[in-house]
């Protein structure tokens, strides 16, 4: 039986097909309601954060009840040793130089720690006092003057130096750390005391002259 031309089937081949199925998917008019990127991703983050949530909570005596708990008391541990220690350090102590700006005297440290204890600026105080003490000892050359020297190298070096002296010389040293870097305030009695060890430093006898005077005496007839 003929077949008309109106009957003939349209075949088109597999590759063409598929490509124009995607083409017209493709169009914008069948995309107008999908999620948008950042909704993907948060959607997919949260999938994720709640699958773990079960997984915890089926391992956690009690369930989620057990997992809240859990959670609800390491937040409080977590804000109970933030208020007992304070504010983190955001940089080790021995990281970080004891002169942070351009070249000054010993003179010129003291004036102004006096400046800012006369303002009760303590803290700042304390900070360039300790300067005093350590540019001193540098421009005795009890201390080569070394970029990058931090307080307590600065006072264990200068201890070895004037032994008589080492002890406070490292209290010095941990206070002006504490200060710059743990947060804590400066106090009067704080720079008072590196006040007073500034004065006794200057008037310290270091142990080479020590040892020189000693050397020469008992030479003597």
Do not use: C
């Amino acid at each position: 039986m003929p077949v008309s031309g109106e009957d003939v089937p349209v075949t088109i081949p597999r590759g063409p097909a598929r490509e124009a199925a995607e083409d017209e998917l493709s169009k914008g008019i069948y995309h107008r309601d999908d999620p948008s990127l950042l909704e993907r991703a948060l959607s997919w983050l949260w999938e994720k954060f709640d699958h773990l949530m079960d997984t915890a909570s089926g391992a956690t005596p009690g369930g989620t009840a057990g997992l809240v708990t859990i959670v609800v008391v390491v937040v409080l541990l977590v804000i109970a040793l933030r208020l007992r220690l304070g504010k983190l350090r955001a940089q080790p102590t021995t990281g970080t130089g004891l002169f942070a700006d351009a070249p000054r005297t010993a003179a010129e440290h003291r004036a102004t720690a006096e400046e800012h204890a006369r303002h009760n600026r303590w803290s700042e105080a304390v900070r360039e006092r300790m300067r005093a003490i350590v540019r001193s000892l540098e421009e005795r050359t009890l201390l080569d003057p070394r970029p990058g020297r931090t307080a307590d190298e600065a006072a264990a070096e200068a201890g070895r130096a004037l032994p008589s002296l080492a002890a406070r010389l490292a209290d010095a040293a941990r206070t002006f750390d504490d200060i710059t870097y743990g947060d804590r305030p400066g106090t009067p009695d704080a720079y008072t005391a590196l006040r007073e060890l500034d004065t006794e430093v200057q008037r310290a006898k270091p142990r080479l002259a020590e040892s020189g005077t000693a050397a020469a005496g008992g030479s003597r007839p």
